[in-house]
């Protein structure tokens, strides 16, 4: 029902093939997707599976795992009545179907593990500067954020509100 002929059209596809992989098989599927319309691009399956669990995985983890959150407090309907913009925007990934994920995390688990301790790395310095108090701290990191965020998006041709 959500297909359509544009698709794949300026989409990234990435193989990942291993020494054994055919290069003759290798070239005909990427035909395949170019055929789509698809940008196609190769890395080590490795590198794929940490770049994804970077961009992809550990933000619908920490989609699921904030809305699961919310959802187990005594007044969760009360916590829900008030989100807004902010928690919809952030959270509509885990709209997505739970056993899709669950099966992506589970094959994913090195990589998404590693990214998970970075992360709560970094949580764990905001964490300081917000018990310090320390709004300047807060604030670079803030700032580091939206700049970055700023630049991918001008980068992939999208506005900074999008």
């Keep these: 029902k959500a297909a359509f002929a544009e698709l794949y059209r300026g989409r990234k596809v990435v193989l990942t ?3 054994q992989t055919d290069a003759g098989a290798i070239a ?3 035909e ?9 691009y190769e890395m080590p ?6 770049v994804l669990a970077t961009v992809s995985h550990l ?3 920490l989609a699921f795992a904030l809305v699961d959150h919310v959802a187990g407090e005594a007044h969760a309907e009360q916590l829900f009545s008030y989100a807004a913009g902010g928690f919809r925007d952030f959270t509509r990934i885990a709209s997505s179907h739970p056993e899709m994920w ?3 995390c589970l094959a994913n688990r090195e990589a998404l593990l590693r990214e998970l301790s970075k992360f709560e790395g970094h949580l ?4 300081k500067a917000l ?3 320390d709004g300047a701290a807060v604030e670079t990191v803030f700032s580091r954020a939206r700049a970055a965020r700023n630049r991918w998006l001008e980068s992939a041709g999208c506005g900074p509100s999008a």
Excluded at 33 to 39: F, P, R, S, T
Excluded at 45 to 50: C, E, L, R, S, Y
Excluded at 124 to 127: E, I, Y
């Design 17 to 19: 093939p291993v020494e």
């Design 28 to 30: 005909l599927v990427r």
């Design 32 to 40: 395949a997707w170019q055929a789509c319309g698809a940008q196609v």
């Design 45 to 50: 399956p490795g590198v794929h599976d940490q």
């Design 59 to 61: 933000p619908h983890l």
């Design 102 to 104: 669950r099966d992506i």
């Design 124 to 127: 764990a310095g905001l964490r």
């Design 131 to 133: 018990e310090a108090a």
